[in-house]
């Protein structure tokens, strides 16, 4: 053989070698997300829908939790992705020719954001109303009973869930642009048909965001003050212990004599909230035995926190609004090929590429906060130990549209610079000015607004408490006056 064909030869080896590597890595990172996500599930689903009599229902329930599990994985993922990417490319920039770590490349984030990508299409399109139909299916009238024939059922009712949904994108694309080229290119399943029905979705995932997101900003603080412990000037811990207690002994008294009360009680009832009493003694208890420090610093720097970081929100928003009336390049798009390590995606370098990481997770959060405080999915609030197979099943899928939208998020409010790689760039509505500038208008729109009454709100609501002007017998401007139940407390 020649030299040239043993340099050909080698190089193939190399390539083969790296997309193995790929491989592994890739594996390494999906089993990981999975077994996260399969301790979290096991400890959301109700127990009883597992040990029931019948092993048909048993064996259904736990081959949906799997795939449950499976597209809570994926949503995991597309969560991790862009803040996994703006991380690789600053430690690209700043160990270029480090040996340990020339695993980390441009193909291998390329390789994820497209994985990703297929595996959002499949739990979206075809898992997660697998698991559904087969959950709720029987099989057959005359069939015989047992899994296979729920299967039989589950794969008919997907085919005729396919053929709706081919059925309402084909109207969508002839609605938006009637033509006969975009019509034929929906014959095209993998190339144009999953991508076009994943950009409706994604569209929808982005208005969802545009929602929740500015409604979860404003719960946070809530959220943060119910989870820490407030000053004395703002929380009265010995009022509420006593108040516990009392509720306790009563509700125990009643229950050892139900004779005395000539109404029919629900001992069940009074037993399950003795125990909620007994529960939330024990966490009052403990968070009246917080030091100083937590008591008095964690609480303020904490608030601190949530309004730097929802304030530095709104001013990079209001900042992109303004490069897009003026730079075009401002405007979100796709990138086949992933340049990293030659560029930082923030103006500020290492510490401007951590902020945005932090403001990414931060919306992330925000925005799962508003989703289940929306009185829409009020109902979907997966409960401890108490959730049911479908409600899993729906909480799997709106977090999935939820993260699989944050990538576009993100880059459509411009809270970094990294292209939309692969797939996610070929949304076809991300080239429209007027969506992209509306929808940043919107966001701080709606966000400041949000702030400005629930923060305010709040801060009166808490001096007036911390003050003892709720209990006065005239009602104060703006707040209800104290129950009787309250005064006598």
Same mark, same amino acid.
């Given at each position: 053989m020649e030299a040239a064909d043993y340099e050909v030869l080698s190089v193939r080896e190399q390539l083969f070698h790296e997309k193995v590597r790929e491989c592994i890595i890739s594996t390494l990172l999906f089993a990981t997300l999975y077994i996260l996500c399969h301790i979290a599930l096991t400890r959301f689903k109700k127990p009883a829908e597992f040990t029931t009599v019948d092993d048909e229902d048993a064996t259904v329930n736990k081959i949906a939790l799997e795939l449950c599990t499976f597209t809570l994985a994926v949503a995991l993922g597309a969560v991790l992705l862009l803040p996994f990417s703006i991380i690789s490319n600053e430690v690209l920039l700043s160990l270029p020719r480090n040996y340990y770590i020339q695993w980390l490349n441009g193909s291998l984030i390329h390789g994820l954001w497209n994985l990703v990508f297929l595996f959002s299409?499949?739990?979206?399109?075809?898992?997660?109303?697998?698991?559904?139909?087969?959950? =709720?299916?029987?099989?057959?009238? %005359? $069939?015989?009973?047992?899994?296979? @024939?729920?299967?039989?059922?589950?794969?008919?009712?997907?085919?005729?869930?396919?053929?709706?949904?081919?059925?309402?994108? !084909?109207v969508a694309s002839a609605i938006v642009d009637n033509s006969k080229a975009s019509t034929e290119s929906l014959y095209d399943f993998w190339e144009y048909y999953l991508p076009y029905l994943y950009s409706c979705i994604s569209f929808l995932g982005v208005l969802l965001l545009l929602v929740c997101t500015p409604l979860g900003l404003a719960r946070m603080f809530s959220v943060t003050g119910k989870l820490l412990v407030k000053p004395r000037l703002l929380e009265d811990l010995e009022e509420q212990l006593?108040? $516990?207690?009392? =509720? =306790?002994?009563?509700?125990?008294?009643?229950?050892?004599?139900?004779? $005395? #009360? !000539?109404?029919?009680?629900?001992? =069940?009832?009074?037993?399950? &909230?003795v125990l909620a009493l007994q529960t939330q003694r024990v966490l009052l208890e403990k968070r009246r035995k917080a030091s100083a420090w937590q008591r008095n610093l964690g609480y303020p720097l904490a608030m601190l926190c949530l309004l730097v970081l929802t304030g530095l929100s709104v001013l990079i928003v209001a900042i992109h609004i303004l490069e897009l009336l003026i730079d075009e390049a401002a405007m979100p798009r796709g990138m086949q090929g992933a340049s990293l390590g030659q560029v930082s995606f923030s103006k500020l370098g290492s510490f401007g590429a951590v902020v945005q990481v932090v403001l990414i997770f931060y919306l992330m959060v925000s925005s799962v906060v508003g989703f289940y405080s929306s009185p829409l999915f009020w109902g979907l609030r997966p409960r401890w130990h108490d959730t049911a197979m479908t409600q899993i099943i729906g909480n799997c899928v709106c977090l999935l549209v939820l993260s699989s939208a944050l990538p576009v998020f993100? &880059?459509?409010?411009?809270?970094? &610079?990294?292209?939309?790689?692969?797939?996610?760039? &070929?949304?076809? !509505?991300? %080239?429209?000015?007027?969506?992209?500038?509306?929808?940043? @208008?919107?966001? @701080? %729109?709606?966000?400041?607004? #949000?702030?400005v009454k629930t923060f305010t709100a709040a801060v009166r609501a808490e001096l007036i408490r911390a003050f003892g002007l709720d209990r006065l017998p005239l009602p104060v401007s703006g707040f209800p006056r104290a129950s009787r139940k309250t005064q006598h407390q």
């Open positions: 299409n499949l739990s979206l399109i075809f898992l997660m109303p697998f698991a559904y139909f087969f959950t =709720e299916s029987e099989g057959f009238a %005359g $069939s015989r009973k047992g899994v296979l @024939a729920r299967v039989y059922e589950t794969v008919v009712m997907l085919m005729f869930l396919t053929l709706l949904v081919l059925g309402m994108v !084909w006593h108040c $516990s207690a009392f =509720e =306790e002994a009563a509700l125990t008294r009643r229950i050892c004599n139900p004779t $005395s #009360c !000539w109404l029919p009680l629900d001992m =069940e009832l009074l037993h399950r &909230r993100s &880059r459509t409010l411009g809270l970094t &610079r990294l292209d939309l790689l692969g797939d996610f760039g &070929r949304f076809n !509505w991300l %080239g429209n000015f007027y969506i992209v500038f509306l929808y940043n @208008a919107a966001f @701080a %729109g709606l966000t400041t607004l #949000c702030l």
